[in-house]
């Protein structure tokens, strides 16, 4: 009989837990209505300050309001009672003075930016600096930048403000209309009564663990506790690239002089994983990995023999440029400490000597490449060379700077293309970096633009190929691809002019450029519509490629974004020396450093081939600031290396729920604790009873 009285008591329990959460389950699920595929604004710290965006540890709530215009925004600012509330805002509204107000109402507790591809976009959206990298390069010894004259006029800044709240973007438009919808239904009727009733809200969690700045959550992140080490943040960097155009063997190498030509390979952006970064930095890259292309065609052609050559030719595509300057002060300490190209290593048998910042005979900067300079009607596209002034007074370095003008005005008008000496100011550039560090280096920047940006989407989701004019399988005239074609020809030309130390200069051949601007073409879009495309997949030999666009962005260190990989592998694909080996014996070995062999389906239009083995000198060398693991007791606050960390976030998390309003909230909590009481009561009568309830068996069991 007891046991009995246990067991179905124990049964009721189960049966009813079982019950009760599968009815749970199902109430949670009618009242929140997750949204899919949204990007977050995330936190980034530098060595004193934290940017971006975080939400608490559980999550922001607040009210849908749609800000379209100026009234909305009153409305919320003057008139709104159910605060705090979410501000749904589109691009056009999404400026500093919008946001900035929204921050200092302190009645909104967080911002959705809604993106709807298919509506006209604003003229400007540049989230970056007016003055990006500001307090580094030759900022540092100089000023390069001020408000009065920005670079950047469109840029807002707010991706450097510390906002406290989270900010989402959406661009899936039904999901868009969704939130439409439910604003439509809920909020936005009668709003001066909101007070008292439903109203359609947002959970949104993007909750940061770092905080402060780098230099405390560094500290934090070494302290191992006994149990565990947990990471705060992570430095950001990645890798950079290179590759010279005649293997560098022997030490009379120490030597020689090189020709550096550069371009960036990184962009930024607010959002996590939307950095399209068209015009920056994928028309520099683009240039560079057909300059390289053509470059070598020459010069593999040609009779003369590379040890009669004095010059070489250096590419390097820098990482992390746009947080100051990672990549490329790497590049420079790596240089000044004599682990440029790579540390030397004792037990190799073959490697690249150390190079030098005296070896850089010559610094070409390839920066925005577009069409947007062009004067209607005329066919001659104008460049610029920007000089940093004042210039170096040696004459060898005078002389070759002037021999590299010279030759290029003479062989772009054949091409359609004028070139301007800008002797102000540099704009923001890598080659910044290399005069701090040498004011000697004779340099020059190639961008399209005059003493202001022309793109106006700088480091933003929207510089996205359309600014660029670039349409797929579109290749006119006065299209993008033919003018990166026609500046690589030139570029490549001068180039060879340069080193051809055995005589003077031929008048360069009428460029196919037919075939130069379809490649140029294919390029463009591994670069800006899908990772999966016929170059990309010849080069990566037929790894499984994320069809979706390329991101810009240099990630964290340790964390190998894909587009360094792939571009590393298409600039070997392009310079294309291949050599007799069999898939088995195409590899590298350590001993021998100066060479990778690496296995390609050579198949430019993505049909199968047997396949191919690369012999190429592009590698890939660390782009991660020194201040994090190589200088001892770094002064975090110096501004001399880049100390830009990105926090660690466990999930971006965005969902739509309605929210009861404050009088059905008091009632459900006075419910409750009249509930919660009177169990207390109950509970406390069937104890003082429970011999006459249970008799006197012991019941053990318990839900
Ligand atoms: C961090 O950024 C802030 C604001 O942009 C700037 O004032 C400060 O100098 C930067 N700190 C370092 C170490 O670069
Ligand atoms: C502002 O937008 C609201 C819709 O959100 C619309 O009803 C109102 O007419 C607009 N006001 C002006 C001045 O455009
Ligand atoms: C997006 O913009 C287009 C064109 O203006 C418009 O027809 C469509 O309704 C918009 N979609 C949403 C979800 O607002
Ligand atoms: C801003 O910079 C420009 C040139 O870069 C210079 O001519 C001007 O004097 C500067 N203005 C201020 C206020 O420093
Ligand atoms: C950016 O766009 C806004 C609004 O269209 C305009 O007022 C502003 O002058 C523009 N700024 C620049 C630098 O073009
Ligand atoms: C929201 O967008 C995501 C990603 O684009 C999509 O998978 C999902 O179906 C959308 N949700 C709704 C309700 O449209
Ligand atoms: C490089 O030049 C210096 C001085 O011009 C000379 O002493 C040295 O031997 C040279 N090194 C090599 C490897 O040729
Ligand atoms: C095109 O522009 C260049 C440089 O500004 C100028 O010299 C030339 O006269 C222009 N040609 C025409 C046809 O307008
Ligand atoms: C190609 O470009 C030309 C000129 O810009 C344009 O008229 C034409 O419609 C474009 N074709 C396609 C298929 O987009
Ligand atoms: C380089 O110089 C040699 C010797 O004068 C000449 O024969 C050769 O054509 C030049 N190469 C080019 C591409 O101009
Ligand atoms: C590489 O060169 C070979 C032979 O010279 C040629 O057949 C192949 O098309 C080239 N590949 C590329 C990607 O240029
Ligand atoms: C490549 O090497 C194999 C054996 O090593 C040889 O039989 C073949 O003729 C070579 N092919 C060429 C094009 O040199």
């Not at 000023?143 to 006029?153: A, G, I, L, R, V």
């Not at 704009?427 to 940006?453: C, E, K, R, W």
């Not at 083995?613 to 994090?628: E, G, L």
Request: proline letters at 5%.
């Amino acid at each position: 009989m007891a046991s009995l009285s246990a067991v179905s008591v124990l049964f009721f329990c189960v049966v009813f837990s079982i019950s009760f959460k599968a009815s749970a389950e199902r109430i949670k699920d009618k009242m929140y209505e997750p949204i899919k595929g949204a990007a977050a604004c995330f936190r980034r710290l530098n060595g004193t300050h934290q940017f971006g965006c975080t939400s608490h540890r559980s999550g922001n709530v607040g009210v849908i309001h749609f800000i379209e215009n100026q009234t909305d925004l009153d409305w919320l600012l003057h008139s709104a009672t159910a605060e705090p509330y979410m501000a749904i805002i589109q691009p056009k509204m999404f400026t500093r003075e919008v946001m900035l107000t929204l921050k200092a109402s302190e009645k909104v507790n967080g911002i959705v930016l809604i993106n709807n591809h298919s509506a006209e976009r604003p003229g400007n959206f540049s989230h970056d600096d007016t003055c990006p990298n500001r307090y580094s390069g030759l900022s540092l010894v100089e000023e390069t930048c001020n408000d009065t004259k920005p670079w950047n006029p469109a840029g807002t800044g707010l991706m450097l403000i510390d906002w406290g709240f989270p900010i989402f973007h959406i661009e899936d438009e039904d999901n868009i209309s969704k939130l439409y919808e439910c604003y439509q239904k809920h909020n936005a009727h009668d709003k001066d009564e909101q007070m008292s009733r439903s109203l359609c809200a947002l959970e949104m969690n993007s909750f940061m663990i770092a905080a402060v700045d780098s230099e405390t959550c560094i500290r934090r992140s070494s302290t191992t506790t006994i149990l565990n080490h947990i990471r705060y943040c992570d430095p950001l960097g990645g890798n950079n690239i290179w590759s010279t155009l005649y293997p560098r063997l022997k030490a009379e190498e120490t030597n020689k002089t090189v020709i550096v030509v550069a371009a960036r390979l990184d962009g930024t952006s607010m959002f996590d994983g939307l950095v399209p970064g068209a015009m920056s930095p994928v028309s520099g890259i683009v240039t560079l990995l057909m300059t390289a292309k053509i470059l070598a065609s020459i010069a593999q052609n040609s009779s003369d023999i590379q040890s009669q050559q004095d010059n070489n030719v250096l590419f390097l595509l820098l990482n992390g440029e746009s947080y100051d300057y990672i990549g490329s002060s790497r590049v420079v300490w790596d240089m000044q400490n004599r682990m440029f190209p790579m540390k030397p290593s004792s037990s190799a048998t073959e490697q690249p000597p150390p190079l030098s910042l005296y070896n850089i005979g010559l610094f070409i900067e390839i920066g925005q490449i577009s069409t947007l300079g062009r004067v209607p009607g005329n066919d001659t596209t104008i460049l610029n060379f920007h000089q940093h002034q004042p210039v170096s007074n040696s004459v060898l370095n005078r002389n070759q700077m002037d021999s590299f003008i010279l030759y290029m005005n003479q062989y772009g008008p054949e091409v359609g293309l004028g070139f301007k000496l800008m002797k102000e100011n540099l704009p923001p550039a890598s080659l910044q970096t290399f005069l701090a560090a040498n004011s000697d280096i004779p340099g020059v920047v190639l961008t399209d633009h005059g003493s202001q940006y022309l793109n106006k989407y700088y480091h933003s989701i929207m510089d996205d190929g359309q600014e660029l004019n670039y349409i797929y399988q579109n290749v006119t005239r006065d299209s993008v691809q033919k003018l990166v074609a026609n500046l690589a020809h030139t570029l490549a030309h001068t180039l060879y002019c340069l080193i051809n130390s055995t005589g003077p200069c031929d008048e360069p051949k009428v460029p196919e450029t037919d075939t130069d601007s379809q490649l140029v073409d294919e390029l463009f879009h591994c670069y800006l519509d899908t990772m999966d495309c016929p170059v990309f997949r010849a080069a990566a030999n037929k790894a499984n490629l994320n069809s979706k666009p390329a991101s810009f962005y240099v990630g964290v260190n340790g964390y190998n974004s894909p587009i360094a990989k792939l571009t590393g592998l298409t600039l070997a694909l392009l310079v294309n020396q291949t050599v007799n080996r069999t898939e088995e014996e195409c590899h590298s070995d350590d001993s021998h450093r100066v060479f990778k062999y690496i296995w390609m389906s050579s198949n430019l239009d993505g049909t199968n081939s047997s396949g191919v083995c690369i012999k190429t000198t592009m590698n890939f060398s660390t782009a991660v600031s020194p201040a994090f693991y190589d200088i001892p007791g770094y002064d975090w606050t110096s501004g001399k290396y880049s100390t830009w960390t990105e926090s660690i976030w466990r999930e971006f998390t965005i969902r739509m729920f309605l929210k009861p309003s404050r009088s059905h909230e008091n009632l459900t909590f006075s419910l409750g604790v009249v509930v919660l009481s009177l169990s207390f009561l109950i509970v406390y009568f069937a104890n003082s009873r429970s011999h006459i309830l249970f008799g006197n068996t012991l019941v053990t069991s318990s839900c």
